[in-house]
C-alpha cells in the first residue's frame, strides 16, 4: 500500500504558467482534499471531493480548479499561476467525512515567481 | 474567535519532562477529534483520535471537554523525538486544523 502520493514533489512556476498536481490514493476512499499549507495559517482547504465524478469548493479555492474522474485520482490545477499561489500542497483522503481520519500525501512545494 | 485555536509555542522542554497542549475550539456540534502530528517539511500524520472518554496510547493521553470545548494531549516522558508540531483537528462538518504547537525537547 503506497497510501496517498503526490507528484510532481517540487516545481517552480513563472506568473501566469499553468501545471496539474496530482495526487493518488491507493485505499479506496471515497473522499479526497485539497489544502494549501502557509507558514503562521495552518492547512486551509482549497476543494474537496465525497465521490468520483464530485467536487466542491473549500475554504479558498479562488484561482484553483479540480477534477475527479477517477475514485483513486484527484487533480488540483492552476490555469494561470501568481505569486500568492506559493505555497506547500497537500493532498488527503479518507474513508469517509467526519468520524474518520484523514491521510495525507508528502506534498508539493510550489514557488510562483 | 478562530474556530480552532492552539498556542503556537514553541514549547521547550528537557527531555524526560511531562508536557500538555491545548486546543479550543468554537463549534459546540464537533463530533470528532483528532491530534495529528508534523514534523518540519513533512505531511502531518496521525497521532491518536480523541474520544469522550479520554484515550491513551503509550506516553500519550488525549482528552476532551465538551462543556468547555477543549481538548489536550499530554506527552509523558518526552523524548527527543517527540520534537514536532502537534496539530488540533475539530470536526463539526468537515475538518478544521489548527494552526499547530511546536514542540522542541531538549538533550
Known amino acids: 500500500n503506497a497510501g496517498v502520493t503526490q507528484t510532481p514533489k517540487f516545481r517552480v512556476l513563472k506568473t501566469g504558467q499553468s501545471m496539474t498536481l496530482l495526487c493518488a490514493q491507493d485505499?479506496?476512499?471515497?473522499?479526497m482534499y485539497w489544502y494549501r499549507q502557509d507558514p503562521g495559517m495552518g492547512l486551509r482547504l482549497i476543494h474537496y471531493?465525497?465521490?468520483?465524478?464530485?467536487?466542491a469548493k473549500g475554504e479558498v479555492p479562488d484561482g484553483y480548479n479540480v477534477s475527479r474522474l477517477k475514485k483513486q485520482n484527484f487533480l488540483l490545477g492552476l490555469e494561470s499561476a501568481a505569486p500568492s499561489q506559493t505555497s506547500v500542497y497537500f493532498c488527503?483522503?479518507?474513508?469517509?467525512?467526519?468520524?474518520?481520519?484523514?491521510?495525507f500525501g508528502p506534498g508539493t512545494r510550489l514557488t510562483v515567481t | 474567535r478562530k474556530e480552532v485555536e492552539q498556542d503556537p509555542g514553541p514549547f521547550n522542554v528537557p527531555e524526560g519532562a511531562t508536557v500538555a497542549f491545548n486546543c479550543t475550539y468554537s463549534n459546540s456540534a464537533s463530533q470528532s477529534f483528532f491530534w495529528y502530528r508534523q514534523d518540519c517539511r513533512k505531511e502531518p500524520k496521525l497521532l491518536m483520535s480523541v474520544y469522550s472518554s479520554g484515550n491513551e496510547d503509550g506516553r500519550f493521553t488525549a482528552q476532551l471537554n465538551r462543556a468547555s470545548q477543549y481538548i489536550s494531549l499530554l506527552i509523558r516522558d518526552s523524548k527527543l523525538s517527540d520534537s514536532a508540531t502537534y496539530l488540533c483537528v475539530v470536526n463539526p462538518s468537515g475538518y478544521i486544523f489548527g494552526t499547530g504547537t511546536r514542540l522542541k525537547v531538549l538533550a
Open positions: 471531493s465525497v465521490g468520483e465524478g464530485t467536487t
Open positions: 488527503a483522503s479518507s474513508m469517509t467525512g467526519g468520524l474518520y481520519e484523514q491521510y
Open positions: 485505499m479506496n476512499h471515497e473522499y
